[in-house]
């Protein structure tokens, strides 16, 4: 969850598209790709800033930031003027959740504590200040890669 949490809540928290009932990962998967190829080719990145996305990685670039920006811009969870949008993000959370009590405990106080965080004006570096604060909160509630939906 930690992987899906970083990934989506940078690049949407754990906004991902998810069809009506059962949460299908490889469908949330195979869109984040396809909408990563669009902010790819909107803010000029490379697939070097991707592939530090999807390895939950610093952003070493303006690019890959922005890439990051994109993405939650695209999935709503940030808003034109770099603010995280909490009502979406806790939508996307009990999509990719199925609604599970403890997992969107868990998404609620990482969501709560990550939206209160202070983030730059300039939004390519509030999506990776965002990333940031996400990653290290999936890790203090002891989220890791391996965590199973």
């Known amino acids: 969850m930690a992987k899906f949490l970083v990934v989506l809540a940078v690049v949407c928290i754990v ?68 603010k995280f949008v909490t009502s979406v993000a806790l939508k996307h959370a009990e999509k990719a959740t199925n609604g599970s009590a403890d997992k969107m405990k868990l998404a609620l106080e990482i969501i709560n504590a990550c939206a209160s965080t202070q983030v730059s004006s300039d939004l390519c570096q509030a999506a990776e200040d965002y990333g940031k604060c996400f990653k290290q909160q999936a890790t203090a509630h002891g989220i890791d890669d391996n965590y199973q939906f």
């Open 15 to 82: 906004g991902a598209v998810a069809v009506r009932g059962e949460f299908d990962k490889k469908e949330a998967q195979a869109k984040l790709k396809a909408r990563a190829g669009e902010c790819k080719t909107e803010v000029g990145a490379t697939e070097a800033d991707i592939k530090e996305l999807m390895e939950m990685k610093p952003a070493s670039t303006k690019e890959g930031k922005c890439l990051r920006a994109c993405l939650m811009q695209k999935y709503e969870v940030m808003d034109a003027s770099g």
